[in-house]
């Protein structure tokens, strides 16, 4: 996280802090589409105050509705209503019964509606009695009957109709005493967003809607949660949840634009999601479960993402690019679904508008693929800033990085480190830089470094860190990988690999390759050889005949064979055969930091004069014989120091590095010592003659004024056989 990422955050933070806070963002309830929220936007701190109010406001209101609706005077003026009703539905009834008895019927009222019973000699009889009456007089009572129904029906209507009117006049005295509770708590809120079309609406919405339930007001709370629905009862309302405020994102805290950056980079970590919860086995969501993601919270400042997180989830790339091209944010709770082929009823929220400056860390390779694969990238993604992984090894630098040093260790927690810890710090800078006048800035990589000497000096229960456990944690980083390097070493040691380090040979010499494993690399040697004979095919690459040669290897021979050509064949042509091959290797050279090597195997052939196989060699070189720096220099004096450590150092081994590399040296303790002490040698050579004089112990001979070479030097010895190759091949 730290280095290039850290940098950025610092940078844009500077610029941030200098910005306006951005508005909160809540989400209301859409009294006229339930599953479609509403986006509200206040200024930074106001949306919690919007929240809050609400809050009050639902308990407020559900106070004063009780308290209202529960109180004498309420039950009174209600009792005074009914009575009204009830006076004239009883003289309704009475002429009803006037009527009936004309007919030689009584009415009766009861809870279950009106019915009527004949009247003989002053007295009702029951359906028993009726039926024993004489048929003339059962016939009588049952014309009479039909008349008497007609008007209880007609009575029936009258007593409806007064009821409704009775109702109606309740509940608008009912809603004009509610409306009466209800402006005085809600007033106050209107006149506070009196300016915000949404939340205005949103106010006169709530009252209707509470008028509409005043009844689920007045009832008696619930004895459990009203969060939650009655067991069995999955569908119980209650409307005031409606009311309350989903604060989406709240900027009451932020001082300054935002600057968001996280190592989640899932779908709903980044756009926003809508929770569920289980409710008696039915999954249940509303308004309030809608939750922000990291765009949203970076919204009207910075977001700082990794590119290759991101990348590696193509819907999410996919939904920033889009988010950005229209500038809104949509929350679709589908997307992750989709993936698991179940899509659930969903809300679908007002977009928010974004305005967010997105920032892409990611090494240059990303880079260009996006430039070449992407053409809605550079649209987005219009400013390119490049970061130098090296700086120069100044003072003023070096106090920089023991700055960050410092407060990395600070900021982790981490013991601090003394200033010979530091001065270890500064030298492995340097290595990571591959230039000991450079320090690295890969800060990532240090601060991992820092941690774990940290730790070691924890475990040894010591308040500081000293150079020790930095040497511990380089050592241990290294143990930790060398299985492939120590296999490697084993077999040289068991003579499986054929790697000389004492005697001479002609036409053979170790050259050395670096081997990656993992964040380390190791050097190794490889045997060269060249053998050189009569004929006309020139070089031949064995690695490049079987197809085990790349590209910048193959140029490497070619070079090889430019060089000959001008030192050599000046006044003859060659007429020869060089066979160049790296022994024991079956999974293909690529590079040309082995072209000196070739060049020193291939005069060795032709001239017959031997090389030392205690020395090893690196090194490019170009077709005028000058020796061009190559990587891994370190590694590679390392790896063949290691082979002849084990084998018995005589101080006749070394290593032969171009002599631009020399700044790039950065060795363990433990080889600088054997250097000093003359058991261990590093030779820095700038042209091809320099080198085969070190190998051979012969000098390389230069051309006169003739164009001759001096007797007895290598370059004379090849010129003479390379001439007889020639005189020879003109007499066949």
Known sequence: MYGKTMYAKKYVSNIAEKQKSPDDWCYIYNFENSNEPIAVSLPAGQGKVFKENMDNFITDIRRSIKLTFNNEDFEKEKVLIKQKYDEKKNEILEKLNKKSMKHGFQVRTTANGIYMMPVIDGKTIEEEEFDKLDDNVKQSFEEKSSLVQEQIFEVIGQIKSIERETDKRVEEWQANIALLTINSSINILKNTYKKDKKISKFLEDVKVNILKNIDLFIKEDNPHDPKHPVPGKPDNKEPWLNYRVNLFVDNSHQEGAPVIMDSNY???????????????????????????????????????????????????????????????????????????????????????????????????????????????????????????????????????????????????????????????????????????????????DIGEIISESSTWARLAKKKVVTAEYVDKTLNERIDRVKKHDARHLELIEEDMLLISTSGHEVGSLNGLTVMTVGYHSFGKPSKITANTYMGKDGIVNVEREVDLSGPSHSKGILILSGYLGETFAQDMTLAVNISICFEQLYSGVDGDSASSTEVYATLSSLSGVPIKQSIAVTGSMNQKGLIQPIGGVNEKIEGFYQICKSRGLTGEHGVIIPVQNVRNLSLSDELIDDVKKGKFHVYAVSTIDEGIEILTGVPAGKKNKDGKFPAGTINYLAYEKLKRYAELSKDK
């Open 266 to 444: 899932s779908y709903h970590n980044l756009f926003g999601k809508l929770e569920y919860e289980n409710q008696y086995g039915m999954l249940k969501t509303d308004f309030t479960m809608l939750k922000s993601g990291l765009l949203h919270k970076a919204n009207g400042g910075y977001i700082i993402l990794q590119a290759e997180d991101l990348l590696a989830n193509q819907v999410c790339y996919d939904t920033l690019k889009r988010a950005l091209t229209i500038k809104e944010l949509n929350i679709d709770n589908n997307m992750e679904q989709r993936a698991q082929y179940m899509v659930m009823i969903s809300l679908k929220p007002e977009p928010i508008p974004i305005d967010v400056k997105v920032l892409l860390v990611g090494n240059s390779h990303i880079y260009h693929a996006l430039l070449a694969l992407d053409p809605e990238f550079k649209k987005l993604f219009k400013i390119k800033v490049e970061f130098d992984e090296t700086a120069p090894r100044t003072d003023s630098n070096i106090m920089r990085l023991a700055k960050f040093v410092n407060s990395y260790a600070t900021k982790e927690e981490d013991l601090p480190l003394d200033k010979y810890a530091m001065a270890k710090i500064v030298e492995y800078t340097s290595k990571l830089a591959d230039d000991k006048t450079k320090l690295s800035t890969k800060f990532s």
